[in-house]
């Protein structure tokens, strides 16, 4: 297709997006970029050419396509999946997601300007699509332990020579290591090749100048001495990797002399000022105390995360734009549980209703969701799954107390309303039935007079611990994720299915708000306070739900994840630095100290 056409003017992806120079993709903060709508309305052959052009060259290519098929030779289901067989389905093709496009009218990214940005332009963890991966405090080593990797940069095997090891230092780099029957000679390699990586980390950082640097990459963060805090664009760490200068493997096998430093910066050694003074410019964590970043994220990922171009017309606009993950957060679980309240009340008032049609309403409740703010605030729905994402996966923890306010809040706002919609059948239905049948349609218990505590907790702990390893499996992108936003619908099939095996016993909370919300919205209503007076409504959906949800993430991660940003995958003492570090803050900031 012709540059100047159009009819296709959102960013798309990777392969569809215009590449600037240095390699990076553009976007509509780049001066240098022009907009595929503007570009429309100064084609030499005119609006209506462009279109019949495209046209013609699409009829072409599909007329082309299946000529091709038909005097091709045919090709067997190993030559068209690569050999890779998955029951995950067929990664999404560039045909695919072109039939997806919508038509954009020439000028509307001019009046929206939003609607060009790229969509990946800040990390969303969405239950809809693959969650972002980030730098995390725990990943990234202290300036001291640079420095002191650096003093002991001639010898790249040390621990694995130590139990006499021969082994390759580029095998052991690329994390190359056979298993053997003690842990001490993997756990000596394994040392190593962290030791290499955070060298060639170090290396990469020092061979570049860092204004250079952030220039080439995006990055526009000033020195922190300055105190000032520039744009900042979207930039990924294999941008960053391709930009920076590596070292030489012979570098790596030179043998210094003890207290000898790589020499860096050219034929003289650079100074250990200078390195420290780099160093602090990159690593320095005081960073986080600057009002300028949130607080829960390293400067290292403050630097990918581009500042958001918003299409504010009104005064509401900007009110929606500083609490937009809220407000879509709340929107979709006031739709979810509203839905699924009616459902349980359908089913109860009638008197004739299959338990499994509840099962199947919560599923697809869960879906549209998801489906309505997943792309916005990740719909998670769910206290514990935003719980679970902040400490695996490193969502922002500024944002969870709006998220567990909207949360609740929505929670409680969906039982009045379900309530109010099926008030006249519910007065119906109490004339001849006792009101345990319509407690049970808005809030979880033990359904039956055998279900014991211990069975009860279990069942919310198993349950859940099933619906988190499934959530973040759906959303590790090397595993295998389902395209074309099928996680939505992946995921409502799931809390169907769950609903379906453990809802006969307690009903299936899986969820602290969608328990609590209601018991409030009936207590409001007028019916007794025996609610709370089981204690089930702690242990079943709170700490049933939250140790089933940590639990569930933990075995993920510990069988199958292999991503740097889960706590399971540093070394411990990473973490606890990362947790020392954090209570020093709140100390401080409580005047504790």
């Not at 963890?125 to 990797?149: F, I």
């Not at 760490?237 to 920076?244: H, P, Y």
């Not at 790596?252 to 410019?281: M, W």
């Not at 923890?397 to 409680?412: D, G, N, S, V």
Request: aromatic share 10%; net charge negative.
């Amino acid at each position: 297709m012709d540059e100047g056409e159009s009819g296709r003017t959102r960013a798309r992806s990777d392969a569809q997006t215009p590449q600037s120079p240095g390699g990076r993709n553009r976007t509509a903060s780049d001066a240098a970029y022009i907009s595929p709508t503007r570009n429309a309305f100064g084609a030499d052959d005119g609006r209506e050419g462009s279109n019949t052009r495209r046209h013609s060259s699409m009829a072409s290519r599909r007329s082309g396509a299946s000529g091709d098929s038909s005097l091709g030779p045919r090709t067997t289901l190993a030559q068209r999946t690569q050999g890779k067989f998955t029951l995950a389905g067929p990664d999404e093709t560039p045909q695919l997601r072109l039939a997806q496009e919508p038509f954009v009218q020439p000028g509307y990214a001019d009046l929206n300007p939003a609607y060009e940005q790229p969509s990946n332009a800040r990390p969303v963890w969405s239950l809809a699509k693959p969650l972002p991966r980030v730098v995390r405090p725990g990943m990234v080593p202290t300036k001291e332990e640079l420095l002191q990797n650096l003093a002991n940069a001639q010898r790249p095997t040390e621990n694995s020579q130590r139990y006499g090891l021969d082994v390759d230092p580029n095998d052991i780099e690329q994390g190359r290591i056979d298993k053997t029957n003690d842990p001490r000679l993997m756990a000596a390699q394994v040392e190593d090749a962290r030791l290499q990586r955070e060298n060639n980390f170090m290396n990469k950082i020092l061979n570049g100048d860092g204004t250079s640097m952030r220039q080439t990459t995006g990055m526009s963060r000033t020195s922190s001495k300055r105190g000032s805090i520039g744009r900042r664009r979207s930039a990924g760490w294999d941008q960053l990797a391709d930009n920076l200068s590596t070292v030489e493997e012979a570098d790596s096998q030179h043998n210094y002399e003890p207290g000898e430093r790589p020499n860096f910066d050219g034929p003289e050694t650079a100074p250990e000022q200078r390195i420290e003074e780099r160093l602090d410019d990159l690593l320095d964590i005081s960073d986080l105390e600057k009002k300028d970043y949130p607080e829960d994220l390293h400067p290292l990922v403050q630097e990918l995360v581009e500042d958001e171009v918003h299409n504010n017309h009104t005064t509401w606009s900007v009110i929606r734009t500083h609490h937009r993950e809220a407000l879509a957060e709340a929107l979709a679980v006031f739709v979810q549980l509203t839905t699924g309240f009616c459902v349980d009340l359908s089913v109860t008032c009638a008197n004739q209703g299959n338990p499994n049609t509840t099962a199947w309403g919560w599923g697809l409740a869960t879906m549209m969701g998801i489906y309505i703010s997943g792309g916005v605030s990740g719909a998670h729905l769910n206290p514990v799954v935003t719980i679970v994402l902040w400490f695996y996966r490193g969502f922002p923890k500024r944002l969870m107390p709006e998220y567990f306010a909207a949360q609740f809040l929505a929670a409680l706002c969906a039982g009045l309303c379900a309530y109010g919609i099926y008030y006249q059948s519910i007065t119906n239905y109490l004339i001849l039935n006792a009101d345990s049948n319509i407690i049970n349609s808005f809030v979880t218990n033990q359904r039956e007079a055998w279900v014991g505590p211990a069975t009860a907790f279990f069942n919310e702990f198993i349950g859940t611990t099933v619906l988190l390893v499934t959530v973040l499996a759906l959303g590790d992108d090397q595993n295998a994720p389902p395209g074309a936003g099928m996680n939505s619908l992946v995921v409502g099939l799931v809390i169907a299915c769950l609903s379906m095996t453990f809802g006969y016993q307690t009903g299936a909370a899986f969820n602290p708000a969608r328990d609590f919300g209601p018991r409030l919205a009936l207590l409001a209503v007028g019916f007794p306070s025996t609610m709370f007076t089981n204690p089930y409504w702690f242990y079943g959906p709170w700490a049933g739900a939250l140790s089933g949800g940590f639990f569930g993430a933990f075995l993920y991660d510990f069988f199958i994840f292999t991503g740097g940003e889960s706590p399971v995958n540093y070394p411990w003492e990473r973490t606890e630095r990362a947790m020392t570090k954090s209570a020093l803050k709140w100390k401080h900031r409580l005047h504790l100290d």
